[in-house]
T-cell receptor, first 114, second 113 residues
Framework: QKEVEQNSGPLSVPEGAIASLNCTYS??????FFWYRQYSGKSPELIMS????GDKEDGRFTAQLNKASQYVSLLIRDSQPSDSATYLC??????????????FGKGTKLSVKP | DGGITQSPKYLFRKEGQNVTLSCEQN?????MYWYRQDPGQGLRLIYY???????QKGDIAEGYSVSREKKESFPLTVTSAQKNPTAFYLC????????????FGEGSRLTVL
């Protein structure tokens, strides 16, 4: 069973705080992990990708990967109201080398209060 | 500007009608995808294409059909066999198949009356 689990939220944080979004996945052999941001009524936009254990930082965003525990997280520092969106976790589960196995979670809705 | 163009953005359909959603990209990407998104749900893969004249079924292909006659174009037909077609449809592309780094179009919202 190919599953990616996220807390649906809403996660509410005050402006300037750190927002922490979490994601777990079922396939231990997964190799690549992605975070997409989706504003209400819009299409998803890739904001972070991570391929190896540890942290990857890009501006105010940090992706963290722990393959042993099968979880990936996204930290948003100095949260701004413009960060209010739904964040989708996606995991590339390659079954037998077949393509098209990018599995999306249902997303966590983040609300940043001014 | 390079990107993915989907049309129409909004579409209303009567039950029993087939409709075709257009997706065009000028990113020179080999792979293209169609996803469906329902409220509060993640994206579910309908069809994908790794290369021209080739496409594969995703998890929810029943009631849908696609073609890939040109690298730039990947239209999706929602047939009358699709029992619950009202949804937000997203087309995406990537430089090659198998990467999770997708570029999405703006989406097409289909409502069945």
């Amino acid at each position: 069973q190919k599953e990616v689990e996220q807390n649906s939220g809403p996660l509410s944080v005050p402006e300037g705080a750190i927002a922490s979004l979490n994601c777990t996945y079922s396939d231990r052999g997964s190799q690549s992990f992605f975070w997409y941001r989706q504003y209400s009524g819009k299409s998803p936009e890739l904001i972070m990708s991570i391929y190896s254990n540890g942290d990857k930082e890009d501006g105010r965003f940090t992706a963290q990967l722990n393959k042993a525990s099968q979880y990936v997280s996204l930290l948003i520092r100095d949260s701004q109201p413009s960060d209010s969106a739904t964040y989708l976790c996606a995991v590339n589960m390659n079954y037998g080398g077949s393509q098209g196995n990018l599995i999306f979670g249902k997303g966590t809705k983040l609300s940043v209060k001014p | 500007d390079g990107g993915i163009t989907q049309s129409p953005k909004y579409l209303f359909r009567k039950e029993g009608q087939n409709v075709t959603l257009s997706c065009e990209q000028n990113l020179n990407h080999d792979a293209m995808y169609w996803y469906r998104q329902d409220p509060g749900q993640g994206l579910r893969l309908i069809y994908y294409s790794q290369i021209v004249n080739d496409f594969q079924k995703g998890d929810i292909a029943e009631g849908y059909s696609v073609s890939r006659e040109k690298k730039e174009s990947f239209p999706l037909t929602v047939t009358s066999a699709q029992k619950n077609p009202t949804a937000f449809y997203l087309c995406a592309s990537s430089p090659w198949a198998g990467t999770g780094e997708l570029f999405f179009g703006e989406g097409s919202r289909l409502t069945v009356l």
